[in-house]
């Protein structure tokens, strides 16, 4: 299971005890703490060393910045540190950032906002007013820029700590509520239904059984399904096995013939693969016992169970034998 990667950014001589405890922090939670001195960022030869930082901020899932009185080494970004532009690049990633602050320096800051007209004017706690200048500029984001003020690092633990306990807690809200979504769009579906019903019953259609059979299958939890597994984004009907195939097909996976590794779900199931991609095979599954005897589609309503159509991928060498591997 792949595990959050949370990119550690700050000047390094200044801060790397602090580093250091973020960093146990984070592997006590579970996750990847990425920091270069750990050599945990994959350098190569074509660019310059903070490119790769850059690159592997990208594969991260959150950036702790901690800003300290050290400005640090000259990015290729002119007037920037490599630090502040690790910052700005998770920043223009939309990527997931907490922003803290030695006290010192923050309260500094407000003394610089005064005095930033001034001419030669030493700092005690920056040793170069470019830290204050790129705090003007985090300070204006509109958004994405929560800032905090620390002394210690258990106090930047502690509020991680709660910070993704809350996140947590808030995801677990959002797969309820996503739950309690589905629940009331299968609703609206089946009274969309019944109001049709009513119609025709209203109406004394002569070919009410017709009627409502096809009313059904427009309706069918099935479309609904296939749409969710193949991301289609237009709408999805048809009446029998040979009119999905079709649609199966254009969408690029065709029907398997009874051969490996499909075999063994040749007697409940449709199953249609898709080799385009080189290492896997992604394959779909359909339940027949969604088609009578002569193919047809049968008439049903409420929610099509998850194994009835299932999109997995299947790795190619799984069924290899020991005489087929290459070494």
Known sequence: MAKPKIFISSTFYDLKHVREDISHFVKEQGYDPILFEKGEIPYGRNERPEEYCYVEINNS????????????????????????????????????????????????????????????????????????????????????NPIFGFESSQEIIKFLRDQWAGLFQRLLKNEEDTSQIEIIKSLKGTVSTLKDMINIITEKSENQGAAFNEIILFNHPLFARIKEVLNINYRVSFLDYTEM???????????????????????????????????????????????????????QQGVIEKNCVIREELIKVLNFSDDDLPF
């Open 61 to 144: 899932d959150i950036l702790v910045s901690i800003i300290g009185g050290r400005y640090g080494t000259d990015s290729s970004d002119i007037g920037y540190s490599i630090t502040q532009k690790e910052l700005k690049s998770a920043l223009e990633q939309n990527k997931q950032v907490y922003i803290f602050i030695e006290k010192n320096v923050l309260a500094e800051y407000e003394t610089y906002k005064i005095n930033k007209d001034v001419e030669g004017i030493q700092f005690r706690h920056a040793d170069d007013r470019k830290v204050y200048e790129f705090l003007d500029e985090i300070y204006q984001l509109p958004r994405n």
């Open 245 to 299: 195939e079709q649609l199966f097909l254009a969408r690029q996976f065709k029907l398997s013939v009874n051969q490996d590794p499909f075999a063994e779900f040749a007697n409940e199931y449709y199953v249609f693969f898709n080799n385009l991609n080189k290492s896997n095979d992604i394959y779909i599954k359909v339940s027949k016992d969604l088609f009578d005897e002569n193919k047809k589609l049968k008439p």
